[in-house]
């Protein structure tokens, strides 16, 4: 995780993955904590992957499920087209979030689900493990695209 370098101030969504991933190896997973510190960025999440893995202790902000990601839902399944086959319905909020949220970066390893003709792939690094080395990406959803955008609420 060396060439992990995010800006300061970042907001990372965590998608479940992550969660599951941690849960067990958090040593291995100190260097990306510590740079998430350095850079006084904001860990956040959204109800869906709460939900999904309910030992989300690291997250510092829910980011509320409101009429306007409901209303991105529609647009986003448009937008991925034939790329949304076997994409589960979790992802796809996700991909809400990022196009709502400008300033949003979303850090997971499930990468067939946020194809880069719509987002774009910001950061890959490695996290090696006894036997399998997991890669992770923060995605955006890419600039210049049309969408709502609003701030990051914080509490």
């Known amino acids: 995780m060396e ?3 995010l800006l300061k101030f970042s907001n ?4 479940t993955n992550f969660f599951i991933d941690v849960f067990g190896h958090e040593n291995k997973y100190a260097p990306f904590f510590q740079e998430i510190k350095r850079t006084e ?10 939900c999904e893995f309910i ?5 510092e902000t829910l980011l509320p499920t409101d009429a306007s990601i409901h209303a991105l839902a529609q ?11 076997g994409v589960d319905p979790v992802d796809l909020y996700l991909a809400c979030f990022l196009k709502r949220y400008k300033s949003l970066f979303l850090l997971t ?3 067939q689900h946020f194809p880069q003709r719509i987002f ?9 493990l006894a036997k399998e080395i997991r ?11 049309l969408e709502i955008e609003a701030q990051i609420p914080t509490q």
């Open 135 to 145: 890669t992770y990406a923060l995605y955006q959803y890419k600039p210049g695209r």
């Open 12 to 15: 990372i969504l965590l998608d």
């Open 3 to 5: 060439n992990f370098n």
């Open 120 to 128: 774009t792939r910001n950061h890959i690094f490695n996290v090696e």
């Open 75 to 85: 647009s986003t399944i448009e937008e991925y087209g034939v790329d949304s086959e």
């Open 109 to 111: 390893r499930n990468h």
């Open 55 to 59: 030992r989300s202790k690291t997250i």
């Open 41 to 50: 960025s904001t860990l956040v999440s959204i109800d869906f992957v709460r």
